[in-house]
């Protein structure tokens, strides 16, 4: 009996740990809970529990199959348990760790460059901090742990966007190999359209997507106001005005009242600011925290007449500055001299660069005493009209046409003036002769006068004079007429007499 149970024993023992090795595989098998996805942290601890369980295990059975109380296939199946708890364990923290990766926006700063480029300096950061904090927790092996790298967020992908979803900045996109928390990146983008408030948008881990929208702040190591116009370069004819659209954008952090200032603009150019909304006048403006962009107009009125500072086609450069206002008075006697680009630059004060270009254009002026005349069947019609220039602008080749009806004479001296100056007049004279079987009647003629301003044609007032012909006058019959008159009123009065002496 004692030899059979010596036999017996190891047997017992083995098909004891067998069974032990079973119901731990099966109750490692049995711990998985359908709830470990949604709550994935509980479901890690579970995972770590069996990785535990099963490495024990796989630990216990390499030291039985080494004395030979196990076998090889039992081996195999304790190491088949134990790697899939690992790969287990592995996927449960992976899924924590991708779970909790973010990626924020730091800051956001708008800035223009020298060449008026406007940018955005974007400071992402990778703020998934609790990669130490789930070590603690849960206790896991440093090594595993960090080769994992729970504290790295790899192909990160950041846009610019618009309303619409519309890309832009450029470049379209940038993209980060390796954002590691603690050391935010900072991404520099072009702006295609200048906006003050932009969709940052992040693509990151196994495509986790983040759209931000942000205010965009502005550089603060300039207090100045930066200034552009679409409309920076016009030409104008004397007599009228122009208006630039002007863009104020504050860059700074002190909020302050700014004063506008126009140089380089000669004394007879007439100038204002309006403000684009109500059209009020403007001598300075004022930023808020809410309104850090304004929009305003320079008003420009030429004089009627060019003059030696105002030339004809010579284009007349000038700035609009933005001054603070607590700066105002050490920049004096803006308008006493000219000022070069340069010396604007020394004052660090926002400024934008116009050209005013005065352009002329003549303008005919005819001047007639009388258009309504008369003459006889065998009579000529002599009148004279002023040309006159009452443009900007010198008139060349001006051209005096006229219309008679059909059969008539014309005569005009001069018929073509080859110059008329600014306020310069001219008097034509004009000459119409009647065939001698004119009807009896009334006719009209039609002067016209054309010239040429700066190769562009110019086009006088039409002038319409009215002549009557008149036939001509019996002498015979209207002597008879008079003396049939004068017979009968003096025998109206002789039988009056008559007639009251009796």
């Not at 079973?22 to 490692?28: H, I, P, T, V």
């Not at 700014?258 to 007439?270: D, G, S």
């Amino acid at each position: 009996m004692r030899v059979v149970s010596n036999i017996l024993s190891p047997v017992l023992l083995a098909l004891l740990l067998f069974c032990l090795s079973a119901g731990a595989y099966a109750q490692s098998g049995s711990m998985f809970n359908q709830r470990d996805d949604q709550y994935r942290l509980l479901g890690l601890k579970r995972a770590k529990e069996m990785f535990e369980t099963a490495r024990k295990d796989y630990e216990r059975q390499q030291t039985l199959f080494a004395k030979g109380l196990i076998s090889q296939a039992e081996l195999d199946r304790g190491h088949s348990n134990f790697s899939d708890a690992e790969v287990n364990y592995q996927q449960s923290l992976l899924a924590v760790l991708f779970e909790q990766q973010y990626v924020t926006v730091a800051k956001a700063v708008k800035f223009q460059t020298k060449n008026g480029a406007k940018h955005v300096r974007l400071t992402v950061a990778n703020a998934s901090s609790g990669g130490e904090e789930y070590q603690k927790l849960l206790n896991i092996d440093d090594k595993l742990f960090r080769s994992l790298q729970p504290d790295v967020i790899n192909d990160v992908y950041v846009s610019l966007q618009n309303n619409e979803s519309a890309v832009i900045a450029q470049p379209y996109e940038l993209k980060i190999e390796q954002l590691r928390h603690g050391e935010p990146r900072q991404l520099d983008f072009t702006l295609l359209q200048d906006l003050d408030v932009v969709t940052v948008n992040m693509i990151y881990g196994k495509g986790t997507q983040r759209s931000l929208k942000v205010f965009l702040e502005k550089d603060a190591s300039e207090n100045k106001v930066i200034v552009q116009s679409q409309q920076f370069s016009q030409e104008v004819e004397l007599g009228q005005t122009a208006s630039y659209d002007l863009t104020l954008e504050l860059f700074g952090g002190v909020l302050t009242t700014f004063n506008l200032e126009v140089v380089n603009l000669p004394p007879q150019v007439n100038r204002y600011f309006r403000d684009a909304n109500s059209q009020a006048r403007l001598s300075q403006l004022k930023f808020t925290e809410s309104t850090n962009t304004r929009r305003a107009s320079l008003q420009i009125s030429l004089p009627d007449r060019p003059t030696e500072s105002v030339v004809i086609d010579k284009p007349i450069q000038f700035y609009v500055l933005v001054i603070p206002n607590n700066g105002s008075g050490e920049i004096k006697d803006l308008q006493s001299r000219i000022w070069s680009v340069g010396e604007i630059e020394k004052l660090r004060v926002g400024f934008v660069k116009l050209e005013l270009l005065p352009r002329g254009n003549g303008k005919l002026l005819v001047r007639a005493q009388q258009l309504f005349h008369t003459v006889r069947q065998d009579g000529t019609v002599d009148l004279s009209i002023d040309i006159v220039n009452e443009g900007s602008r010198r008139l060349d080749n001006v051209e005096i046409k006229a219309d008679p009806p059909i059969n008539w004479t014309k005569k005009i001296d001069p018929q073509v003036i080859p110059s008329l100056n600014i306020g310069e007049e001219k008097r034509v004279r004009l000459q119409f002769t009647p065939p001698h079987d004119a009807s009896v009647g009334r006719y009209e003629i039609r002067v016209q006068t054309t010239s040429l301003s700066d190769n562009q044609p110019v086009q006088g007032e039409d002038k319409t004079i009215t002549v009557e012909v008149q036939a001509e006058a019996n002498i015979f019959g209207t002597a008879l007429i008079v003396l049939l008159i004068v017979g009968l009123v003096a025998g109206m009065v002789v039988f009056g007499i008559r007639l009251s002496r009796k």
